[in-house]
């Protein structure tokens, strides 16, 4: 591998790194890393300010981009439960096709280095040369070499959240030993936290579907309400079609589910009969209204923790 010194890696010392965790993901998820020639990536974005180490202009061109829509669209801002591709190209000056040569990929994010070696795998970096090694090394260099990153994977899987990645493309040839040709500009990736909306327990969207209004509404508030014959007990609802009204009815039931002894029995014997009923028979065997019944108790215990 050509040599670099200590001075030609500092103007992207401030960009070289990302987690340990993130690393670990990339290595096990992303395919083979060997340089290809690709025109299938031509529409990635450019990357600006093409640089190098020692300050001369280049003509090389970086490019880089993140897709959700497998190269459709690129951005700079996903959720970090979006799978993702992140791609990059480095098109290499026209005098150093054929010449050997080493890719770098070294991404930023906080305050940890990490390089991506020969065999995929990605490595802390301590910013010492010495330990820095090229992810695709001694090779003949092409027009174009592809770089993929990632491919179909959500970042979020390895706890990469609410943070900002900085991903950075270089090159050397044995043209021009000591120099290095590097993006100026990083790819930017925001990876914001995704918000997860808790789904409804089932004994609640049960108790939507098929309680609430069919027997609740429909048949108990008769007795079990404020001022009923069953106002007395500790299964008192409120009448009303509204969702605020029907979380109340809901909160009662779960509520008696949790503290009554042998709650759920109760529940379930008392409307066809097979225990004291003031309001007698409510449901009648092989119904739907008791079958839905049934369902309903059996899943609310179950979300009541009993």
Not at 263 to 275: F, M
Request: with cysteine; net charge negative; glycine share 8%.
């Amino acid at each position: 591998m050509i040599s670099l010194q200590t001075r030609l890696l500092l103007p992207l010392a401030y960009v070289f790194a990302t987690s340990t965790v993130f690393g670990q993901l990339l290595d096990q998820d992303s395919p083979s890393y060997d340089s290809v020639t690709s025109t299938a990536l031509s529409q990635l974005p450019e990357l600006a300010t093409p640089s190098t180490a020692s300050g001369a202009a280049t003509t090389a061109q970086f490019f880089g981009g993140a897709s959700a829509d497998n190269g459709l669209s690129f951005g700079n801002s996903f959720s970090s439960g979006q799978a993702l591709d992140i791609n990059g190209e480095i098109h290499v000056e026209s005098a150093h096709i054929g010449t050997t040569g080493n890719l770098y990929l070294v991404s930023q994010v906080g305050e940890q280095l990490l390089f991506r070696d020969a065999n995929g795998a990605y490595q802390p970096w301590d910013l010492n040369v010495a330990t820095l090694q090229a992810t695709t090394a001694n090779t003949n260099l092409k027009a174009i070499e592809a770089l993929t990153i990632v491919d179909d994977v959500a970042l979020g899987q390895a706890g990469v959240s609410g943070v900002t990645l900085n991903i950075f493309f270089a090159y050397d040839t044995s043209a021009m030993p000591g120099e290095l040709y590097y993006s100026g500009s990083p790819l930017v990736l925001s990876i914001t936290e995704e918000v997860v909306v808790p789904s409804d327990p089932q004994s609640l969207t049960l108790f939507n579907a098929n309680i609430h209004q069919q027997i609740i509404q429909a048949d108990c508030i008769q007795c079990h309400v404020a001022g009923g014959a069953a106002s007395i007990t500790r299964l008192v609802y409120v009448g009303g079609t509204s969702s605020s009204v029907a979380s109340l009815n809901y909160n009662t039931l779960l509520d008696f589910v949790q503290t009554a002894i042998n709650a759920s029995n109760v529940l379930i014997s008392k409307p066809q009969g097979a225990l004291a009923h003031g309001g007698g028979l409510r449901l009648v065997q092989g119904s739907a209204s008791l079958n839905n019944w049934i369902e309903f108790v059996n899943a609310l215990q179950v979300d009541a923790g009993n």
